[in-house]
C-alpha cells in the first residue's frame, strides 16, 4: 500500500461529506480505517536542539516503556481495524528491548503498512533482518545534515559516522535478499544552519537507500523554546531560492518529495499559533481524522 498516494488522494477530496461518505462505505464494505500512532517508550538516546523532549531534565522523568503483553492486548483490539501503524511518535522505539517483538506482532496481523521513526543510532544487523523478514513498510530516519559538523551540531549525542554505516548495512541486507522492503524515508528538519546543506544531502542520501524525503520546516513551541535565531528570514528566503533545485535533484534521483513549495513568513512556520481565522477554520473542517485517528 502506497500511503503518500492516499493522502494525496485525501488532499484532492476537500469536501468533507465526500470523505466521509467514503469512511463510512469502507467500513460498510469491511476495509480498514483506523490510522494508529503510538509511542512504546518516553525517552531517547540523544539530545536535539529542536526538539521539546531534550528540553526536559532526564533525571526528573520517570523511565517508562509499554510491556509486551500489554502491546498485545492493544494489537488483537485494535490491529484488525488498522490500515496504517506508526510505531513512534517523539521518541526513540528502539531503545524497547522487546521492539523487534513488536515488529513481528504487528505483521502477523496483516497491517497494510506499518512504519517507525527512529534517529537511526541504533540500526543494527538484528532490526534489519528482524524488519526485512517481516516485510516491514518503512522506516523513518530522522536526519538534518549532509555534514558530521552541522548533523552533530543539531542532534547531541549522535554520531554521522555510525548513521552512514547503519543504513549503508540496511541497504546491503536489503540487496542480498532482493527484498524492497523497508522503504527508507528521511525526515529532514530544515533551520538556518542546514538549509544550504539540502541539495548536497539529497545527491549523498539517495546513494544510501533513500527513497522518500520530507522536508520539515523548524517549529518553535512558545512554552519550550526561546531560540528564534533557529530559523530566521534568511533561512526562510534562502529556502525559497533553493527549493526548485531541491525538486530537480529529487526528480533525478527518484526521490519521493514532501515539502513545502514556499514559505510565506517565518512567523506563520516557527510558533505553533494558527494564524488562520476563525471563519476560515470553520470552512475547512472537512478533516476526518477524529474519526480514524488512534
Not at 57 to 77: C, E, F, N, R
Not at 268 to 293: F, G, Q, V, Y
Request: hydrophobic fraction near 40%; glycine fraction near 4%; proline fraction near 3%.
Amino acid at each position: 500500500m502506497n500511503i503518500y498516494r492516499l493522502q494525496n488522494v485525501y488532499r484532492i477530496l476537500k469536501n468533507g461529506t465526500v470523505r466521509l461518505t467514503l469512511l463510512k462505505t469502507a467500513r460498510i464494505i469491511g476495509l480498514r480505517t483506523l490510522l494508529v500512532r503510538m509511542d512504546l517508550n518516553n525517552f531517547c538516546n540523544i539530545r536535539c536542539i529542536m526538539c521539546p523532549a531534550s528540553k526536559i531534565d532526564s533525571g526528573t522523568v520517570l523511565k517508562k516503556i509499554m510491556s509486551l503483553h500489554h502491546y498485545q492486548k492493544i494489537a488483537a483490539d485494535i490491529f484488525p481495524r488498522t490500515c496504517s501503524l506508526h510505531l513512534s511518535c517523539g521518541y526513540e522505539p528502539l531503545l524497547v528491548d522487546h521492539f523487534d517483538q513488536c515488529l513481528i506482532i504487528s505483521k502477523k496481523y496483516r497491517i497494510p503498512f506499518v512504519s517507525f521513526a527512529t534517529n537511526g543510532m541504533l540500526i543494527d544487523e538484528h532490526i534489519c533482518r528482524v524488519m526485512i523478514k517481516s516485510q516491514i513498510d518503512e522506516i523513518i530516519v530522522s536526519t538534518d545534515g549532509a555534514t558530521p559538523q552541522t548533523f552533530e551540531s543539531i542532534r547531541k549525542g549522535a554520531s554521522f559516522s555510525r548513521l552512514i554505516q547503519n543504513l549503508k548495512r540496511l541497504q546491503e541486507m536489503k540487496k542480498n535478499v532482493n527484498s524492497k522492503k523497508p522503504i527508507l524515508r528521511i525526515n529532514y528538519t530544515f533551520m538556518d544552519r542546514n538549509i544550504f546543506e539540502i541539495p548536497d544531502f539529497i545527491e549523498k542520501f539517495s546513494d544510501f537507500g533513500m527513497e522518500i524525503l520530507q522536508l520539515r520546516p523548524l517549529r518553535i513551541d512558545s512554552t519550550v523554546f526561546n531560540r528564534r535565531d533557529l530559523f530566521t528570514k534568511q533561512g526562510m528566503n534562502e529556502y525559497n531560492q533553493i527549493i526548485g533545485k531541491v525538486q530537480q535533484i529529487c526528480k533525478r534521483k527518484n526521490v519521493w518529495l514532501t515539502a513545502l513549495p514556499a514559505i510565506r513568513s517565518v512567523e506563520h512556520i516557527t510558533s505553533t499559533d494558527n494564524n488562520e481565522s476563525i471563519d476560515k477554520r470553520k470552512k475547512n473542517n472537512a478533516c476526518i481524522l477524529p474519526w480514524i485517528l488512534l
